[in-house]
T-cell receptor, first 113, second 114 residues
Framework: AQSVTQLGSHVSVSEGALVLLRCNYS??????LFWYVQYPNQGLQLLLK??????LVKGINGFEAEFKKSETSFHLTKPSAHMSDAAEYFC???????????FGTGTSLTVIP | GAGVSQTPSNKVTEKGKYVELRCDPI?????LYWYRQSLGQGPEFLIY????????DSGLPNDRFFAVRPEGSVSTLKIQRTERGDSAMYLC????????????FGPGTRLTVL
């Protein structure tokens, strides 16, 4: 069974500050891990993904995430928040044998000018 | 190129009515997924197609929900005898391969059952 927990349904940061969105997963098989961003009235857009290989993954818009197997975590970070980063962020898990993606409940990021 | 499109963008219906939601995947994508997203929640898996066949429909909540993809491209999600609890955003995604590592999402259809 696979599942995702996103700690913090709402996160506020000042413009220019570090962004940290938390994601912990549960998986009985090697996971594929994803972060998606959803802007109002738009579909989900892939930010980054981890499948195999390097555990530090870089994505679009300056975001990155690190797969930590020992902590079952895949936290999303960005060194300096921009106003345009305000959106809903979803973490998701799958595996190389599964067709089902399991999404977390999302974290709404607010960027304060 | 064109992304995944979904029609209609909004659908308002009355309890007990039948609705169809359409998804046009990216051309050439063999895999297609349907999700339901309730307010304040993440997307919830409904069904997965590989080509024309439903490879996994374990997420469909009950037999009022059905989906087809007769020619391996466009898919239709069908909901019979709609209930107020069916109100949600219905998302479609497609993928170029059967390996589940990349999905491209459409903008969704907002379904409201009065």
């Amino acid at each position: 069974a696979q599942s995702v927990t996103q700690l913090g349904s709402h996160v506020s940061v000042s413009e220019g500050a570090l962004v940290l969105l938390r994601c912990n997963y549960s998986s009985s098989v090697p996971p594929y891990l994803f972060w998606y961003v959803q802007y109002p009235n738009q579909g989900l857009q892939l930010l980054l993904k981890y499948t195999t290989g390097a555990t530090l993954v870089k994505g679009i818009n300056g975001f990155e995430a690190e797969f930590k197997k020992s902590e079952t975590s895949f936290h999303l970070t960005k060194p300096s928040a921009h106003m345009s980063d305000a959106a809903e962020y979803f973490c998701a898990v799958n595996s190389n044998t599964g067709n089902q993606f399991y999404f977390g409940t999302g974290t709404s990021l607010t960027v304060i000018p | 190129g064109a992304g995944v499109s979904q029609t209609p963008s909004n659908k308002v219906t009355e309890k007990g009515k039948y609705v169809e939601l359409r998804c046009d995947p990216i051309s050439g994508h063999t895999a297609l997924y349907w999700y339901r997203q309730s307010l304040g929640q993440g997307p919830e898996f409904l069904i997965y197609f590989q080509g024309t066949g439903a490879a996994d429909d374990s997420g469909l909540p009950n037999d009022r929900f059905f989906a087809v993809r007769p020619e391996g491209s466009v898919s239709t999600l069908k909901i019979q005898r709609t209930e107020r609890g069916d109100s949600a955003m219905y998302l479609c995604a497609s993928s170029p391969t059967s390996v589940p590592d990349t999905q491209y999402f459409g903008p969704g259809t907002r379904l409201t059952v009065l």
